[in-house]
């Protein structure tokens, strides 16, 4: 069945140090890969995507990498502030389109 | 551009009863997609409507119900309320509802008593 495994559910870094953050998928048919952040009580937005044909994307301080053959990508975040503090969702496309399956979050702590 | 717009945002209800949320898309917008958030769970697909027709339906029961009028404009409805409804329902919209940047509404949170 389809499924995003996100991981880890909670990560705590000191500002100024890197986050990575991990997500596995199990359609192999997925060619589009979005992460959302959330912060506290407000709705999530897009920060970053990639689609299957390239294997790494930067924005500024963000990147995003992908890895087909495994079937999993990861969020890199690099020197850390403490306005990145927030839950992050990776998502994937599921089954019969037009829908997406979301991780179940990691809640990002930028300590200062 | 005024954003997503997600009425009411905040409701609470008693078990049985029933309760319909709006959902004001982007304007431009056609695809609107619902989804339910909550602690631990993340976001779990609901349904995604485009041009007022249903393309996609997620694992819910079928007390869960959606629909989109021919401003894009849409309304979930959940029936007989149950405790493990309440959560966070966040409407999103885009514009092909294809591969792409959805964009959420603040939600809409159900607390059921």
């Known amino acids: 069945g389809e499924n995003v495994e996100q991981h880890p559910s909670t990560l705590s870094v000191q500002e100024g140090d890197s986050a990575v953050i991990k997500c596995t998928y199990s359609d192999s048919a997925s060619n589009y890969f979005p992460w959302y952040k959330q912060e506290l009580g407000k709705r999530p937005q897009l920060i970053i995507d990639i689609r299957s044909n390239v294997g790494e994307k930067k924005d500024q301080r963000i990147a995003v990498t992908l890895n087909k053959t495994a079937k999993h990508f990861s969020l890199h975040i690099t020197e850390t502030q403490p306005e990145d503090s927030a839950v992050y969702f990776c998502?994937?496309?599921?089954?019969?389109?037009?829908?997406?399956?979301f991780g179940t979050g990691t809640r990002l702590k930028v300590l200062a | 551009k005024a954003g997503v717009t997600q009425t009411p945002r905040y409701l609470i209800k008693t078990r049985g009863q029933q309760v319909t949320l709006s959902c004001s898309p982007i304007?431009?917008?056609?695809?609107v997609s619902w989804y339910q958030q909550t602690p631990g769970q993340g976001l779990q697909f609901l349904f995604e409507?485009?041009?007022?027709?249903?393309?996609n339906k997620g694992n819910f029961p079928g007390r869960f119900s959606g629909r989109q009028f021919s401003n894009s404009r849409s309304e979930m409805n959940v029936s007989t309320l149950e405790l493990g409804d309440s959560a966070l329902y966040l409407c999103?919209?885009?514009?092909?509802?294809?591969?792409?940047?959805?964009?959420f509404g603040e939600g809409s949170r159900l607390t059921v008593l």
């Open positions: 999103a919209s885009s514009l092909s509802g294809d591969t792409g940047e959805l964009f």
């Open positions: 409507y485009f041009s007022e027709t249903q393309r």
């Open positions: 304007s431009g917008h056609r695809s």
């Open positions: 998502a994937a496309p599921g089954s019969g389109t037009y829908k997406y399956i």
